[in-house]
């Protein structure tokens, strides 16, 4: 099993819609959960962290933690054709520094 | 600031020759990493230093890898010899390890090919 799940997708949501997008880990010791956004050819970017069960909202983007089912999620309001990307999962591991990314999310928003 | 930089940004090169990928990590970040991504496996961690020492290098895939982090502003990732499956985009990252969450920043990447 790997240590960070994503649906590798695509998932196609018409623009102005709310995209979800879902993760699940296996270290119950994690502490730190990341959404980085990566364009086709470039490199990661960081969307937003969270560490506290609930619920972070950051213009858009919301992030949603639930440590007790291991379940990490990014909901996206008002979808853009420019949020088209993948998405990919971050935990740290072993209660450590270093992340683990998940196989990413691939987002599709249609005008 | 410039962010991480990689260098260089295309390699191509044959199977048996050494490689040699550059990172300069963002001034006053203590901790480097070093991954690999591919289509099949995603993106590995590779090796991690703080403060320039190497701190976990499970991820190094064997032998043939090493990395190296002589100050706080370079780091370097070798192969030798390549072969046809360590091509990949190796992107190196840098953080401020310290309280709180451990935001990385990439580098644009390394696109290696060994033909």
């Known amino acids: 099993q790997k240590e960070v799940e994503q649906n590798s997708g695509p998932l196609s949501v018409p623009e102005g819609a709310i995209a979800s997008l879902n993760c699940t880990y296996s270290d119950r010791g994690s502490q730190s959960f990341f959404w980085y956004r990566q364009y086709s050819g470039k490199s990661p970017e960081l969307i937003m962290f969270i560490y506290s069960n609930g619920d972070k909202e950051d213009g858009r983007f919301t992030a949603q933690l639930n440590k007790a089912s291991q379940y990490v999620s990014l909901l996206i309001r008002d979808s853009q054709p420019s949020d088209s990307a993948t998405y990919l999962c971050a935990v740290t591991i072993n209660a450590g520094n270093m992340l683990t990314f998940g196989g990413g999310t691939r987002l599709m928003v249609k005008p | 600031d410039a962010g991480v930089i990689q260098s260089p940004r295309h390699e191509v090169t044959e199977m048996g020759q050494e490689v040699t990928l550059r990172c300069k990590p963002i001034?006053?970040?203590?901790?480097l990493f070093w991954y690999r991504q591919t289509m099949m496996r995603g993106l590995e961690l590779l090796i991690y230093?703080?403060?320039?020492?190497?701190?976990?290098d499970s991820g190094m895939p064997e032998d043939r890898f090493s990395a190296k982090m002589p100050n706080a502003s370079f780091s370097t990732l070798k192969i030798q010899p390549s072969e046809p499956r360590d091509s990949a985009v190796y992107f190196c990252a840098s953080s401020i390890r310290g309280t709180g969450a451990n935001v990385l920043t990439f580098g644009a990447g390394s696109r290696l090919t060994v033909l």
């Open positions: 230093f703080n403060n320039n020492v190497p701190i976990d």
């Open positions: 001034s006053g970040h203590n901790s």
